[in-house]
């Protein structure tokens, strides 16, 4: 799977800053001290990584704490109205 333009210009640019920098963010408050990237560039470089391996960039996740679907009401008889 090819990577978009924008993909891949985020790959270089990330990977500049970080050999530049030591870290690819500007912000000391958008990352943990000591990481390279930000949480939103570790994100973003999972999901590239996720589409050039060809699998889902968003794996499926359980439904949680979500409401449950209401079962389906019975058929009402007919003849108990009679």
Not at 53 to 75: D, I, N, T, V, Y
Request: charged letters at 35%; proline letters at 10%.
């Amino acid at each position: 799977m090819e990577l978009s333009a924008w993909e891949g210009e985020f790959l270089t640019d990330v990977a500049g800053r970080v050999k530049t920098y030591g870290r690819a963010f500007a912000d000391p408050d958008k990352g943990d001290p000591g990481q390279a990237l930000s949480q939103r560039q570790a994100l973003k470089l999972r999901q590239i990584t996720a589409k050039a391996k060809g699998e889902p960039a968003f794996p499926k996740r359980s439904r949680g704490f979500g409401r449950k679907p209401r079962p389906a009401a019975p058929p009402a008889d007919d003849e108990a109205e009679d």
